[in-house]
Protein backbone atom coordinates (compact mmCIF):
# COMPACT_ATOMS: atom_id res chain seq x y z
CA UNK A 1 0.00 0.00 0.00
CA UNK A 2 1.67 3.50 -1.58
CA UNK A 3 1.32 6.35 1.35
CA UNK A 4 -1.21 8.78 0.42
CA UNK A 5 0.81 12.21 -0.38
CA UNK A 6 -1.97 15.30 0.67
CA UNK A 7 -0.55 18.23 -0.64
CA UNK A 8 1.29 20.46 1.22
CA UNK A 9 1.75 24.04 1.34
CA UNK A 10 5.29 24.60 1.88
CA UNK A 11 6.60 28.16 3.17
CA UNK A 12 9.90 30.24 4.28
CA UNK A 13 10.48 32.94 6.64
CA UNK A 14 10.70 36.31 5.18
CA UNK A 15 13.16 37.33 7.60
CA UNK A 16 16.20 34.63 7.35
CA UNK A 17 18.30 36.60 4.93
CA UNK A 18 18.23 39.33 7.38
CA UNK A 19 18.89 37.46 10.40
CA UNK A 20 21.82 35.19 8.99
CA UNK A 21 23.80 38.35 8.71
CA UNK A 22 22.86 40.03 11.99
CA UNK A 23 23.59 36.19 13.01
CA UNK A 24 26.99 36.37 11.59
CA UNK A 25 28.00 39.80 12.80
CA UNK A 26 27.05 39.07 16.36
CA UNK A 27 28.20 35.80 17.21
CA UNK A 28 31.32 33.74 16.76
CA UNK A 29 29.61 30.24 16.25
CA UNK A 30 27.27 31.72 14.25
CA UNK A 31 29.85 33.19 11.78
CA UNK A 32 31.17 29.37 11.37
CA UNK A 33 27.77 27.28 11.25
CA UNK A 34 25.57 29.29 8.98
CA UNK A 35 27.81 29.07 5.49
CA UNK A 36 27.98 25.15 6.33
CA UNK A 37 24.39 24.51 5.31
CA UNK A 38 23.69 27.39 1.99
CA UNK A 39 19.78 28.27 1.06
CA UNK A 40 18.86 25.27 3.71
CA UNK A 41 16.13 27.34 6.22
CA UNK A 42 13.31 26.82 8.08
CA UNK A 43 9.79 25.85 6.54
CA UNK A 44 6.72 25.51 7.42
CA UNK A 45 4.18 22.63 6.68
CA UNK A 46 1.24 25.69 6.48
CA UNK A 47 -1.20 23.09 9.19
CA UNK A 48 -1.58 23.52 12.44
CA UNK A 49 -3.78 20.86 13.46
CA UNK A 50 -1.06 18.38 11.37
CA UNK A 51 1.79 20.28 13.10
CA UNK A 52 0.24 20.06 16.39
CA UNK A 53 -0.64 16.17 15.84
CA UNK A 54 3.15 15.20 14.63
CA UNK A 55 4.46 16.80 17.44
CA UNK A 56 2.03 14.27 20.24
CA UNK A 57 3.04 11.35 18.06
CA UNK A 58 6.57 12.00 18.28
CA UNK A 59 6.91 12.22 21.67
CA UNK A 60 9.23 10.73 23.85
CA UNK A 61 10.29 8.75 21.36
CA UNK A 62 13.07 8.51 18.03
CA UNK A 63 12.74 11.02 15.27
CA UNK A 64 12.61 7.78 12.58
CA UNK A 65 9.86 6.15 15.45
CA UNK A 66 7.76 9.06 15.16
CA UNK A 67 7.97 9.12 10.80
CA UNK A 68 7.21 5.18 10.85
CA UNK A 69 3.96 6.11 13.59
CA UNK A 70 2.95 9.27 11.84
CA UNK A 71 3.26 7.68 8.23
CA UNK A 72 1.12 5.00 8.98
CA UNK A 73 -1.56 7.37 11.17
CA UNK A 74 -1.49 9.72 8.38
CA UNK A 75 -3.14 6.28 6.53
CA UNK A 76 -6.17 5.93 8.34
CA UNK A 77 -8.69 9.51 7.60
CA UNK A 78 -9.04 10.49 4.12
CA UNK A 79 -7.31 13.68 5.04
CA UNK A 80 -6.07 14.66 8.64
CA UNK A 81 -8.78 17.25 10.04
CA UNK A 82 -9.55 17.17 13.27
CA UNK A 83 -13.22 16.15 12.10
CA UNK A 84 -11.96 13.01 10.46
CA UNK A 85 -9.81 12.20 13.51
CA UNK A 86 -12.46 12.21 15.37
CA UNK A 87 -13.71 9.61 13.04
CA UNK A 88 -11.20 7.10 13.90
CA UNK A 89 -11.41 3.90 15.89
CA UNK A 90 -9.34 3.31 18.77
CA UNK A 91 -7.91 0.33 17.95
CA UNK A 92 -6.92 1.36 14.57
CA UNK A 93 -5.10 4.37 15.93
CA UNK A 94 -3.74 1.46 18.66
CA UNK A 95 -2.55 -0.27 15.21
CA UNK A 96 -0.64 2.17 13.90
CA UNK A 97 1.88 2.03 17.00
CA UNK A 98 -0.12 5.38 19.16
CA UNK A 99 -0.11 4.52 22.78
CA UNK A 100 -3.58 4.70 24.59
CA UNK A 101 -2.40 8.06 26.50
CA UNK A 102 -1.19 9.95 22.98
CA UNK A 103 -4.33 8.37 21.29
CA UNK A 104 -6.45 10.62 24.29
CA UNK A 105 -4.29 13.31 23.29
CA UNK A 106 -4.76 13.66 20.00
CA UNK A 107 -8.59 12.98 20.30
CA UNK A 108 -8.14 16.05 22.50
CA UNK A 109 -6.51 18.21 20.29
CA UNK A 110 -9.29 17.22 17.52
CA UNK A 111 -11.97 18.46 19.86
CA UNK A 112 -10.16 21.94 20.91
CA UNK A 113 -9.79 22.15 17.09
CA UNK A 114 -13.36 21.16 15.54
CA UNK A 115 -15.35 22.97 18.87
CA UNK A 116 -13.81 26.28 17.57
CA UNK A 117 -12.25 26.83 21.35
CA UNK A 118 -9.18 27.79 19.88
CA UNK A 119 -8.72 31.40 18.41
CA UNK A 120 -6.68 29.75 15.31
CA UNK A 121 -7.70 32.97 13.11
CA UNK A 122 -5.98 34.96 15.38
CA UNK A 123 -2.49 33.45 15.98
CA UNK A 124 -0.62 35.35 13.29
CA UNK A 125 -1.51 38.56 15.62
CA UNK A 126 -1.09 36.83 19.08
CA UNK A 127 1.79 37.28 21.11
CA UNK A 128 3.73 34.42 21.51
CA UNK A 129 3.59 34.17 25.24
CA UNK A 130 -0.60 34.10 25.06
CA UNK A 131 -0.55 31.40 21.80
CA UNK A 132 1.50 29.23 24.44
CA UNK A 133 -0.74 29.92 27.21
CA UNK A 134 -4.07 28.40 24.85
CA UNK A 135 -1.93 25.62 23.62
CA UNK A 136 -0.66 24.27 27.21
CA UNK A 137 -4.20 24.44 27.99
CA UNK A 138 -4.93 21.20 25.55
CA UNK A 139 -3.80 17.91 26.89
CA UNK A 140 -0.66 16.61 25.80
CA UNK A 141 1.00 19.61 24.74
CA UNK A 142 3.65 21.37 27.37
CA UNK A 143 5.84 24.41 26.20
CA UNK A 144 8.01 22.97 24.46
CA UNK A 145 5.40 21.80 21.97
CA UNK A 146 4.02 24.85 21.99
CA UNK A 147 7.12 26.44 21.15
CA UNK A 148 8.00 24.16 18.62
CA UNK A 149 4.50 24.93 17.01
CA UNK A 150 5.77 28.91 17.12
CA UNK A 151 9.36 28.32 15.32
CA UNK A 152 7.96 25.42 12.80
CA UNK A 153 3.87 26.49 12.27
CA UNK A 154 3.68 30.40 12.86
CA UNK A 155 7.87 30.81 12.05
CA UNK A 156 8.11 33.48 14.90
CA UNK A 157 11.33 34.72 15.19
CA UNK A 158 12.43 34.84 18.95
CA UNK A 159 12.02 31.79 20.30
CA UNK A 160 14.45 30.13 22.39
CA UNK A 161 13.18 26.76 24.29
CA UNK A 162 14.80 26.73 27.41
CA UNK A 163 13.92 23.22 27.89
CA UNK A 164 14.53 21.78 24.24
CA UNK A 165 18.03 18.73 24.45
CA UNK A 166 19.21 19.37 21.03
CA UNK A 167 19.60 23.31 22.03
CA UNK A 168 21.53 22.56 25.04
CA UNK A 169 23.33 20.18 23.59
CA UNK A 170 24.37 22.00 21.21
CA UNK A 171 25.20 25.18 22.86
CA UNK A 172 27.37 23.11 24.89
CA UNK A 173 29.31 21.08 22.36
CA UNK A 174 29.88 24.47 19.97
CA UNK A 175 30.29 27.17 23.37
CA UNK A 176 31.78 24.89 26.05
CA UNK A 177 33.84 22.06 24.96
CA UNK A 178 31.56 19.48 25.99
CA UNK A 179 30.86 20.90 29.43
CA UNK A 180 27.57 21.02 30.83
CA UNK A 181 25.19 24.36 30.50
CA UNK A 182 22.88 25.84 32.93
CA UNK A 183 19.55 27.75 31.98
CA UNK A 184 21.20 30.81 32.56
CA UNK A 185 24.25 30.09 30.16
CA UNK A 186 21.76 29.15 27.77
CA UNK A 187 19.88 32.34 28.14
CA UNK A 188 23.39 33.82 28.51
CA UNK A 189 24.42 33.37 24.66
CA UNK A 190 20.94 33.66 23.24
CA UNK A 191 21.09 37.48 24.49
CA UNK A 192 23.73 37.88 20.75
CA UNK A 193 21.28 35.91 19.15
CA UNK A 194 17.67 38.47 19.32
CA UNK A 195 15.72 39.00 17.77
CA UNK A 196 16.48 36.03 15.94
CA UNK A 197 16.84 33.36 18.64
CA UNK A 198 14.59 31.10 16.38
CA UNK A 199 16.95 30.83 13.69
CA UNK A 200 20.08 30.63 15.73
CA UNK A 201 18.40 27.55 17.57
CA UNK A 202 17.88 26.22 14.01
CA UNK A 203 21.26 26.24 13.50
CA UNK A 204 22.31 24.90 16.55
CA UNK A 205 20.25 21.89 15.98
CA UNK A 206 22.02 21.28 12.52
CA UNK A 207 25.09 21.13 14.26
CA UNK A 208 23.99 18.26 15.70
CA UNK A 209 22.08 16.54 12.86
CA UNK A 210 22.56 18.41 9.34
CA UNK A 211 18.68 17.08 8.46
CA UNK A 212 16.51 19.34 9.43
CA UNK A 213 13.34 18.27 12.05
CA UNK A 214 10.05 18.86 10.09
CA UNK A 215 6.80 19.09 12.07
Not at 192 to 213: F, G
Request: hydrophobic letters at 45%.
Amino acid sequence: MMARQDKITISTPAYWADACKHLVKKDRVMKRLIPQFGDACLQSRGDAFVTLARSIVGQQISVKAAQSVWDKFALLPRKITPANVLKLKVDDMRAAGLSARKIEYLVDLAINFDSGSLHVGQWAEMDDELIINELVAIRGIGRWTAEMFLIFHLMRPNVLPLDDVGLINGISHSYFSGEAVSRSEVREVAAAWAPYCSVATWYIWRSLDPLPVEY
